[in-house]
């Protein structure tokens, strides 16, 4: 099981990687909103806001986020950390369950580029 800080590095690695996106991916990453992250198996949020290219961590907290972000996503921390690495594909750990993501329609026009 991955720990809170694998996921935390996971996180930062996947905002390093929409920073160096280019075409359209690059301009899904440019989105201004707020982020949620629930780490289902430890219980833990990660928020924050997706921003210039990045996702900022703002904060961790114990259980389920407190607020709606505009973005949310929840899975396990093994899951999360398997998909920053490639090793689990996005469209499939979706359509399986293994990943939930809630966001508006036209932000998830615009995710769907980077994924």
Same mark, same amino acid.
Request: glycine content about 8%; charged content about 30%; proline content about 2%.
């Given at each position: +099981?991955?720990? #809170? /800080?694998?996921?935390?590095?996971?996180?930062?690695?996947?905002?390093?990687?929409m920073?160096?996106? /280019?075409?359209?991916?690059? @301009?899904?990453?440019?989105? !201004?909103r707020?982020?949620s992250?629930? #780490?289902?198996?430890?219980? @833990?949020?990660?928020?924050?806001r +997706?921003?210039?290219?990045? #996702?900022?961590?703002?904060? @961790? %907290? /114990?259980?389920p986020? &407190?607020? *709606?972000?505009? #973005?949310r996503?929840? +899975? @396990?921390? !093994?899951?999360?950390?398997?998909?920053?690495?490639? /090793?689990?594909?996005?469209?499939?750990?979706?359509?399986?369950?293994?990943? *939930? %993501?809630?966001?508006? $329609?036209?932000d998830?026009?615009h995710? &769907? *580029? %980077? $994924?």
């Amino acid at each position: +099981m991955a720990t #809170i /800080e694998e996921c935390r590095a996971a996180l930062d690695k996947l905002s390093d990687n929409m920073q160096n996106a /280019e075409g359209d991916a690059r @301009t899904a990453a440019a989105l !201004d909103r707020s982020v949620s992250c629930h #780490i289902t198996d430890l219980d @833990t949020t990660f928020v924050g806001r +997706m921003t210039g290219g990045r #996702i900022v961590v703002q904060d @961790t %907290l /114990e259980g389920p986020p &407190r607020e *709606k972000a505009q #973005i949310r996503l929840a +899975m @396990t921390g !093994d899951d999360l950390v398997a998909l920053v690495d490639g /090793e689990l594909h996005f469209a499939k750990a979706w359509a399986s369950g293994r990943v *939930k %993501l809630e966001a508006g $329609l036209r932000d998830l026009f615009h995710l &769907r *580029k %980077l $994924l």
